[in-house]
Structures are given as structure tokens and as C-alpha cells.
């Protein structure tokens, strides 16, 4: 949350396992309460564990809430996910071959 606080964008990542040569990344990123990962596709499979805060995650009209502890699967969609308030998160993502 730190870098997050001190970032412009009031967010920050870091991958934690995996990266561009593996199938499988988990990347820990924190955003400010209100602050929003823009709407995108997933490259694979994805979830998010909320390790901390609360988040949404909208893709079309659906919707979906995420408290400390809770664990989203994300839709093969278009989607956002916001922090409702200050939030850390564990994406997982399994990339398409």
C-alpha cells in the first residue's frame, strides 16, 4: 500500500511468480480506494483473492463484490475492478499457449 500511497496513479504491482516467459503470473497490486484497473480482457484464465480491503469487478452488467479473504474468478470478458477502499489483491492468471 505504500507505493501505492506514493504513486500518481494510486496503485502499484509486483509480480511475485512468473512473468512473460511462464504459462502461470501472480502479481500482488494495491490500489487507493476509489482508484480502478481500466476495463480489459484477461490473457487466460484469471482470479483474485482480496487479501486485504474491499473491491468491485464489473463486466458488462454483471457485477461482483470482494471483501478481505474473498476469491473472484474473472470473467472471460471485458472487465474493471475497483477499490471501494483501499485494497490489496493476488491476481492469478494462467495465460492462453
Not at 23 to 45: D, F, K, S, W
Request: hydrophobic share 40%.
Amino acid at each position: 500500500m505504500s507505493a501505492a500511497r506514493e504513486a500518481a496513479s494510486g496503485r502499484s504491482a509486483k509480480t511475485v511468480y512468473g512473468g512473460h516467459q511462464h504459462l502461470l503470473r501472480q502479481t500482488v497490486i494495491a490500489l487507493l480506494a476509489g482508484e480502478t484497473l481500466a476495463e480489459h480482457e484477461n490473457p487466460g484464465e484469471a482470479t483474485v483473492q482480496v487479501l486485504h480491503g474491499r473491491i468491485a469487478v464489473d463486466a458488462g452488467e454483471e457485477s461482483w463484490s470482494g471483501w478481505t479473504g474473498d476469491l473472484i474468478i474473472l470473467p472471460d470478458a471485458l472487465h474493471s475492478l475497483t477499490a471501494v477502499e483501499d485494497s490489496t489483491v493476488l491476481l492469478t492468471v494462467v495465460k492462453h499457449r
